[in-house]
């Protein structure tokens, strides 16, 4: 599955909950606040076409200058990530 497929699965379940997305990024990602984190989070495990039950690397970053802070992580399928 791709980044973008992954994306517009995303999209489709969580609709107005995501904020941005970065499919074709370097870094591929989507934000979406911290209140929607626990649904974003199980339905990327519990879907069939994503199963990511792996959660990696979590790092706390501190936007000082926009008075907010944001945690990212990697979601990985099987111990591998998603090409």
């Not at 626990?38 to 076409?49: K, Q, T, V, W």
């Not at 792996?54 to 200058?65: C, E, K, P, R, T």
């Amino acid at each position: 599955m791709t980044t973008e497929q992954i994306a517009n699965s995303l999209k489709d379940h969580l609709q107005d909950r995501i904020q941005a997305v970065f499919a074709e990024d370097r870094h591929p990602r989507i934000h979406i606040h911290a209140k929607d984190w626990r649904m974003a989070a199980e339905f990327l495990r519990n879907d069939p076409s994503l199963q990511m039950d792996w959660l990696a690397n979590l790092s706390g970053v501190d936007y000082a200058a926009d008075g907010q802070w944001c945690t990212i992580c990697g979601a990985f399928a099987g111990g591998m990530p998603l090409q």
